[in-house]
């Protein structure tokens, strides 16, 4: 089994910052991306934010350039996206998503996603 522990979100006011942070954990035995995603009502299709692929090259939506980073702590699969300069069109449900490849009982590559976390800038 494999999760996606996300933490960070909150209330921020335009022109702020906010950072989150996302960790997988469970049988993995090899990470092919990891990355951000949000949703800006329920109903609407998920945006991709960012993402990292196994080869590195960090992807970036057009809307974030400049303004969001994403990195990954040495060494673990923790992954990190802060967000400067936030917008209220930034006001989204962020949920963090991998492409992981499990060990048992059998290799099986999935996709996984994290329960989501709450980010709301206000004007």
């Known amino acids: 089994q494999v999760q996606l522990v996300e933490s960070g979100g909150g209330l921020v006011r335009s022109g702020g910052s906010l950072r989150l942070a996302c960790e997988p954990s469970?049988?993995?035995?090899?990470?092919?991306?990891l990355g951000w995603y949000r949703q800006t009502q329920v109903g609407n299709e998920r945006e991709e934010v960012a993402?990292?692929?196994?080869?590195?090259?960090?992807h970036y939506a057009e809307s974030v350039k400049g303004r969001f980073t994403l990195s990954k702590e040495n060494g673990k699969n923790t992954i990190y996206l802060q967000m400067d300069r936030l917008r209220p069109e930034d006001t989204a449900v962020y949920y963090c998503?991998?492409?992981?490849?499990?060990?048992?009982?059998?290799?099986?590559?999935?996709?996984?996603w994290g329960q989501g976390t709450q980010v709301t800038v206000s004007s």
């Open positions: 993402r990292i692929p196994i080869g590195g090259g960090t």
């Open positions: 998503q991998a492409t992981i490849i499990t060990a048992t009982p059998v290799k099986r590559t999935g996709e996984y």
């Open positions: 469970g049988n993995i035995a090899s990470i092919l991306t």
